[in-house]
């Protein structure tokens, strides 16, 4: 099936610092997701990008399906945004485990004030 | 419903006993999923249902655990003779076809 790594796996900023996540997928997707873990465990969708780029807020995502990664950015960051932020993604090629999302093994990001 | 739920949000039992979890899904969705979150890990795929039929069970761990769908809606997730292994947030999510993945809040499961 495919493989899905985050880095970096630990993050400290300062409040107001940008920062960038990076996911390598290991094969063609149809779906990449990226996730905001809050401290109660709760899984908060941010964006569904299989390509392209997108932008909510302080926060952006762009894929480049075709080098098989995806980027997270996270812009003049807050305390709020601690957590730990997940890359999935559902594999493109038929035959394989396409319906199921392979989650990264996360990223924790710690802002301080 | 707006979201998925999941029930009861929080589960004490002690070694031995059965649970049985439950999910409601987004209104409408077809596809279902469970998925387990041990302390500090990733997420672990479970089981998929299309429907009420579960196309793929294998990232059940062991023949104590089991789950159905009915009515296309809501799922229980049963483990029987829970071990302290089993200590972990269990996770549902559902999709329409096969797209964007919605979760619930999970059901903390703790066995003494």
């Known amino acids: 099936g495919i493989q899905v790594e985050q880095s970096p796996p630990d993050l400290i900023l300062q409040e107001g610092a940008n920062s960038t996540l990076r996911c390598n997928f290991s094969?063609?997707?149809?779906?990449l997701q990226w996730f905001h873990q809050n401290p109660w465990g709760q899984l908060i969708n941010l964006f569904y990008?299989?390509?392209g780029t997108k932008q909510n807020g302080r926060l952006s995502a762009t894929t480049v399906a075709t080098e098989r990664y995806s980027l997270l950015y996270i812009s003049s960051s807050q305390t709020t945004d601690s957590g730990v932020y997940f890359c999935?993604?559902?594999?493109?090629?038929?035959?394989?485990?396409?319906?199921?999302?392979?989650f990264g093994k996360g990223t924790l990001l710690t802002v301080n004030p | 419903g707006a979201g998925v739920s999941q029930s009861p949000s929080n589960k004490v039992t002690e070694k031995g006993k059965d649970v049985e979890l439950r999910c409601d899904p987004i209104?409408?969705?077809?596809?279902l999923y469970w998925y387990r979150q041990r302390l500090g890990q990733g997420l672990e795929f479970l089981i998929y249902?299309?429907?009420?039929?579960?196309?793929?069970k294998s990232g059940l761990p062991s023949d104590r655990f089991s789950a159905e769908r009915t009515g296309e809606s809501v799922s229980t997730l049963t483990i029987q003779r829970t071990q302290q292994e089993d200590s972990a947030v269990y996770l549902c999510?559902?999709?329409?076809?096969?797209?964007?993945?919605?979760f619930g809040p999970g059901t903390r499961l703790t066995v003494l």
């Open positions: 999510a559902s999709t329409l076809r096969l797209n964007e993945q919605f």
């Open positions: 094969d063609s997707v149809n779906n």
């Open positions: 990008i299989p390509s």
């Open positions: 999935a993604a559902l594999g493109g090629n038929s035959g394989g485990s396409n319906y199921k999302l392979t």
């Open positions: 209104s409408g969705h077809t596809a």
């Open positions: 249902f299309q429907g009420n039929s579960a196309p793929d």
